[in-house]
Each structure stands twice: as C-alpha cells, then as structure tokens.
C-alpha cells in the first residue's frame, strides 16, 4: 500500500508539473502576441503620423525661443515690456533669416466671439507692424486670430485670463536648418533686456 500512495504521489506530481509548464507556455505566447500587437499599433500610428505630416504639407513647428507678448484687458497697444520682449524675438529672427512666423492673436473669454476674434486680430498685427519696424521683412510673417478659442489658461480668475490676452509665434517653415544659420547671441538679448530695465 505505501508503494502505491508513492506511486499515485508520483504521478500527480507529474500531471501537475506537465500542466503548469503548459500554462507557463501559454503565457509566454499570450505575452509574445500581446507585444506584438503593441508594435503593430505603435507602427501603424507611426504611419498615420506620417501620413498627417503630409497633410500638413511637411510644415514644421520649431522652438528657437519666441517669446509670447502679454496686453492688458481689451488692449492692443504695446507695453514696455511687450517691446523688449519682440526686441529680443527681432534678435532671433534675424539671427535665423529663412525663419517664417504665424503671429497668433488670443483674448481672454470676455467679451463675444466676434469681438475677441477682431481684437485677436489686432493684437496679431501690431505685434507684426512692430517687427517690421525693426527690420524684420513683413513677407516672414502670417497673421491669425484664435480669438478666446485656444486659452492657455481655462480657469475664469484674473491671473488665467491675464495669460489668455497674448499673441504667441509658432514656426511655419518646411525647410528651415540649414548649415547657414547664424548662431544666436545671447548678449545681444541681455542687452536688450538691461536697456528696457524690465
């Protein structure tokens, strides 16, 4: 009789062993196929990625250091500080002379539609006339106006509105580097800020 409970022991031992190690498998191959389709997703938003680049004929945004202009509440004239900021962004943009710009114009969410979208508009264009007046050729340049409908801050306080009312710079180029791009100096920048004594 012990060498039959030893026996029958042995066996399911083995009968255990034999359908953990099929288990195991299976998860091994579920985990294989689960990776698997992860890249096949990961390439296939890769390709739409692509594929949207296109549609957006191959444009680029590219970060070189614009800085946003701030307007106080139904303004669109320039503060001192709104100039020293666009004098630095004159020092950028000459720095890189194939560089074009889509100046955007933003309000806060007072005020209708329509009238947001014209004093958006307004705040584009001065922003531009005031570049061009330091050198800048007005063909780099694109105007738009969002209105109060991109704001960078949601929440209805003073603060979240003060950082809506703004024109911000996005790069339109195609084809932008190139090894003819002159390196920026930073102490033409610091100078520009020291002078204005912001």
């Known amino acids: 009789m012990k060498n039959f409970i030893m026996l029958l022991l042995t066996v399911v031992t083995l009968l255990c062993v034999v359908v953990i190690a099929g288990c195991a498998k299976d998860l091994v191959v ?118 109060e409908e991109l704001p960078a801050d949601s929440a209805m306080t003073e603060s979240a509105w003060a950082m809506n009312r703004r024109t911000e710079f996005k790069t339109i180029n195609q084809t932008f580097f190139n090894n003819d791009i002159a390196p920026i100096d930073k102490s033409q920048i610091d100078l520009v800020t020291k002078s204005h004594g912001s």
């Open 30 to 147: 579920e985990t294989i196929d689960a990776e698997a389709q992860n890249e096949a997703v990961q390439k296939k938003q890769a390709s739409q990625n692509v594929d949207d680049a296109d549609i957006l004929d191959k444009t680029t945004v590219i970060n070189v250091g614009l800085e946003r202009v701030y307007f106080p509440f139904d303004q669109f004239a320039l503060t001192n500080e709104a100039r020293r900021v666009l004098d630095a962004n004159a020092i950028i943009l000459k720095s890189y002379p194939a560089l074009k710009v889509s100046i955007e114009g933003h309000c806060d969410s007072r005020g209708s539609d329509e009238y947001n979208l014209a004093l958006g508009e307004r705040r584009a264009h001065v922003v531009k006339n005031y570049l061009v007046s330091l050198g800048i050729g007005s063909d780099r340049f694109e105007t738009i106006s969002y209105g």
